[in-house]
């Protein structure tokens, strides 16, 4: 059965104080991994489309990374607008299936 | 980038009644439309997937009775929560994709639905 673990669930960070968020996933024909990005009461918003092992991509303070067995959302120099849930999902066969998110707060 | 809108943004009604949210692809043309609902602090879950033009497929333990989505246009669905009760409180959001499961899904800013 396809699988999306992410880690850790909740991560408080200070300011400037660099960190990274894992997603762990085991599926059949990986079609590509997203990460997104959620405020509380608001849908996701939409940061990164991985496709292949080696890929890497990058926006402002984030960058993705992905290897076959997981991605990794590296957050250099965060601030406290970088607070959120960032969520993880892949996307084989027809269904994209969401991880349970990493809830990041970045304290001033 | 692609830009989903949902409407309305929050609803409350009353036990027995039936709600309709309306989900819209501002400027990009839709082949496919999601209709997820999230719980406080939990992840999203699928509820069903919809093609313009075709019936949508529901997730299992999903009522399609229960839950009526529209796919009219390639630009609009419709989610209707027929007979609502308060177990049907959540936040309801929708995405919407153009072309192939290789294509990142957009959503909208989501509905939260209150039954009293």
């Known amino acids: 059965e396809d699988q999306v673990t992410q880690s850790p669930e909740a991560l408080r960070l200070q300011e400037g104080e660099s960190s990274s968020l894992n997603c762990s996933y085991t599926?059949?024909?990986?079609?590509?991994l997203f990460w997104y990005r959620q405020d509380p009461g608001k849908g996701p918003e939409f940061l990164f489309t991985l496709y292949s092992a080696g890929e890497e991509k990058e926006k402002e303070r984030l960058k993705a990374t992905l290897t076959k067995k997981e991605s990794f959302l590296h957050i250099t120099a965060p601030k406290p607008e970088d607070s959120a849930t960032y969520l993880c999902a892949v996307q084989a066969g027809g269904d994209m299936r969401f991880g349970a998110g990493t809830r990041l707060t970045v304290k001033p | 980038g692609a830009v989903v809108s949902q409407h309305p943004s929050r609803v409350i009604c009353k036990s027995g009644t039936s709600v309709k949210i309306e989900c819209r692809s501002l400027?990009?043309?839709?082949?496919?439309m999601f209709w997820y609902r999230q719980f406080p602090k939990q992840s999203l879950m699928l509820m069903a997937t919809?093609?313009?033009?075709?019936?949508?497929?529901?997730e299992q333990g999903v009522e399609k009775d229960k839950f009526l989505i529209n796919h009219a246009s390639l630009t609009l669905s419709t989610l209707t929560v027929t007979s609502a009760h308060p177990e049907d409180s959540s936040f309801y959001i929708c995405?919407?994709?153009?072309?192939?499961?290789?294509?990142?899904?957009?959503f909208g800013p989501g509905t939260r639905l209150t039954v009293l």
């Open positions: 599926v059949s024909g990986l079609r590509g």
């Open positions: 995405s919407a994709r153009t072309g192939n499961a290789y294509n990142e899904q957009f």
């Open positions: 400027d990009f043309q839709a082949t496919t």
């Open positions: 919809s093609n313009e033009g075709s019936k949508a497929t529901y």
